[in-house]
């Protein structure tokens, strides 16, 4: 008498449902739905980066009050901004809205070129009328911290971006990689004020600038990109 198969164990299966927003989705029979597992993992990948540039900007603000660097100033106010996008793309994540990551990551860019505008009027200021920097060593190290810390945020965002396929994470975090390079100029300045050559101080400030300006449009192409693909 030959023995009749086991049943086969039963398994989680997926299936979509049609939504508002395109917010067709996948989930599994008594598992977490999948949408609030990226979710999670989003908000986490904010958060920690978050925290990173928060703490990198506080570091810089306590040199610059020391130091009164108009690059290490306009790295500062980039790292600034740069930590605030971390805003409008957790409310994404906590709102599971595709939508709400789009308009983020427009979000991104406007601060990105914001942050160009005052970092190119600080410069201009301090080339009009210059002034005496100190603490060339501290200086230095702040230009290391920002390298540093948008590095490790870059990472953070851009690792959780790929992930979880967010165009507007991912762009946030090349971004953020870039701004690490950024940082480098600030200890280009101060190597440049203790040579003897202090107005590039702010002619570094102008290059940071450009360099900025340059961020932001390719931001934009990314950000307009991912909504041309998910359009067609």
């Known amino acids: 008498m030959t023995e009749s198969p086991e049943p086969p164990a039963p398994r989680a299966h997926a299936h979509s449902h049609g939504g508002g927003d395109a917010q067709a989705h996948a989930h599994s029979h008594g ?38 660097s108009v690059a290490l100033l306009a ?31 427009l979000f991104v860019v406007a601060t990105i070129f914001v942050s160009a505008c005052v970092a190119f009027y600080e410069s201009i200021r301090r080339l009009i009328g210059p002034q005496d920097i100190h603490h060339l060593g501290a200086l230095a190290a702040a230009g290391v911290v920002g390298f540093v810390g948008n590095e490790l945020a870059a990472r953070v965002r851009t690792r959780a971006g790929k992930r ?48 900025i300006l340059k961020i932001t449009r390719d931001s934009w192409n990314t950000v307009r990109h991912a909504e041309r693909r998910e359009i067609g």
Not at 95 to 100: Q, W
Not at 177 to 197: T, W
Request: hydrophobic share 55%; aromatic share 4%; net charge negative.
């Open 75 to 105: 790295d500062l106010i980039h790292n600034v901004g740069d930590a605030s996008t971390a805003i409008p793309l957790g409310i994404a994540f906590f709102l599971r809205s595709f939508r709400a990551e789009r308009i983020a990551g």
């Open 31 to 68: 598992l977490v739905d999948e949408s609030i597992v990226r979710s999670r993992a989003g908000l986490q990948a904010v958060a920690i980066s978050l925290g990173i540039l928060g703490l990198t900007a506080a570091i810089q603000l306590v040199i610059y009050l020391r130091s009164e």
């Open 164 to 211: 979880l396929d967010s165009p507007a994470l991912v762009a946030d975090g090349d971004h953020a990689r870039i701004d690490g390079y950024v940082s480098l100029g600030v200890i280009a300045s101060s190597v440049a004020i203790a040579v003897g050559v202090p107005i590039l101080d702010p002619v570094i400030g102008l290059a940071i600038t450009v360099t």
